[in-house]
Structures are given as structure tokens and as C-alpha cells.
């Protein structure tokens, strides 16, 4: 079973800034299965990013995602204050089909 | 507008059972794949199970033998039967759409629904 580590567990950061999001796999994960998700206190998570580095539909492009095999980066350009909340990035394993998420970033106002 | 509404949570006693319905609206369950994923208070996601193609479908461990997704098309509904449930079940549950298009990411969620499992 593929765990997935994401690292630092809590970013503190102002508006304005640039945040790098990590999330590091057990074993090698297939990109195009690589995703994260924004969740703010009391909602959903949200789609943010999908196949490690697509942007989904409505998402600003201060967000980005990249890189393959066991490393993965969720970065925002320039943090805007409705970007603090906690990031979530998962992997989809298809043999037998099962899904793991990373215990999870809080990006929060410094 | 493509939509998911959770229902069917509360407070259950260890040992008990409890089915979750998922209503979804703007698109069909038995066209797309569908999914639970938990979070357990202040916690982070852990996904629970998943009805993919032809009807099959796939469970955590920590779950397998005690919940079984199942989906009812002439509703468009999503549910989990919750059976011998335990303290560490205790959960917001959430239902989302799988988007194959999108990498088999979850691109819909609803709002979630609470269980407590306490005596």
C-alpha cells in the first residue's frame, strides 16, 4: 500500500508570498493519478489539481502542480487570503482500485 | 448544476448499523463512478470505498466485511450500509463524483453528513 507524506504539516505564510507544498509516496505513483484538493474549516474538500500537474476548471493559475515518480509539489504563486486552508493530495492505485490521501498541509496567515 | 447531498447520519451505538444516502442531481450515478470518503473530527480524508466500472466495487480495510456501497439508478442515489460500527468510525461522510476524465480525481463533493457511533 503506497503512503503518501506531506510535508512541512503546517506552512505560515503572508498574503503575497509563494508556497511550495510537498507530498512524497512510499513507492513510485503513477502522474496521471496524482491529485491535490483544497479544504477550507467547515466545507468539502475541492478539486484543485489533477494528473499531478492540470489545473481543474475555475482553479487560478497562482496554482500549480508538478513532478512524477515519488515527488510532488502543489505550489501557489502569490498567496491570496482565501488560499489559507488546509491541502490535501492523493493517489489513485488502480490494481486493485484504491485511493490514500496525505495527512494533510495547513497553510496558514503569518 | 452537477450536485451531491448526503443524509441517513446521527448518533449510533457501537455495535449498531446505519445506511448513508447520497443524492445526486445534474448528473446520473449510472453513468460515472462514485465514492466515500470520511473524516474523522479534526482529522484528515480517509476514502472508504468506490463502485467502479461494470458495478464493481472496492473498500479500505479498515471497512472491508462491514460496509457495502451500493447504488439505486431509478433514484440516482449512492448509499452505504454501515454495519458493526465502532468508535474510530466516527466521521463526517462525504460523497463525491469520480471524474475519469479528470485522472479519477473527486471533482463533485457534497456537503457531508455526520455519524457519531458512542453509547
Known amino acids: 500500500e503506497i503512503v503518501l507524506t506531506q510535508s512541512p504539516g503546517t506552512l505560515s505564510l503572508s498574503p503575497g508570498e509563494r508556497a511550495t507544498l510537498s507530498c512524497r509516496a512510499s513507492?513510485?505513483?503513477?502522474?496521471?493519478?496524482l491529485a491535490w484538493y483544497q479544504q477550507k474549516p467547515g466545507q468539502a474538500p475541492r478539486l484543485l489539481i489533477y494528473?499531478?500537474?492540470s489545473r481543474t476548471t475555475g482553479i487560478p493559475d497562482r496554482f500549480s502542480g508538478s513532478g512524477s515518480g515519488t515527488d510532488f509539489t502543489l505550489t501557489i504563486s502569490r498567496l491570496e487570503p482565501e488560499d489559507f486552508a488546509v491541502y490535501y493530495c492523493q493517489q489513485y492505485g488502480s490494481s486493485p482500485p484504491k485511493y490514500t490521501f496525505g495527512q494533510g498541509t495547513k497553510l496558514e496567515i503569518k | 448544476e452537477m450536485q451531491l447531498a448526503e443524509s441517513g447520519g446521527g448518533l449510533i451505538q457501537p455495535g449498531g448499523s446505519l445506511r448513508l444516502s447520497c443524492a445526486a442531481s445534474g448528473f446520473t450515478v449510472s453513468n460515472n463512478y462514485v465514492t466515500w470518503v470520511r473524516q474523522a473530527p479534526g482529522k484528515g480524508l480517509e476514502w472508504v470505498s468506490f463502485?467502479?466500472?461494470?458495478?464493481?466495487?472496492s473498500y479500505a480495510d479498515s471497512v472491508k466485511g462491514r460496509f457495502t456501497i451500493s447504488r439505486d439508478n431509478s433514484k440516482n442515489a449512492l448509499y452505504l450500509q454501515m454495519n458493526s460500527l465502532r468508535a474510530e468510525d466516527t466521521a463526517v461522510y462525504y460523497c463525491?463524483?469520480?471524474?475519469?476524465?479528470?485522472?479519477?480525481?473527486?471533482?463533485?463533493w457534497g456537503q457531508g453528513t455526520l455519524v457519531t457511533v458512542s453509547s
Open positions: 494528473g499531478a500537474s
Open positions: 463502485f467502479y466500472v461494470g458495478g464493481s466495487t
Open positions: 463525491a463524483r469520480v471524474n475519469i476524465g479528470r485522472s479519477y480525481a473527486f471533482d463533485i
Open positions: 513507492q513510485s505513483v503513477g502522474s496521471s493519478y
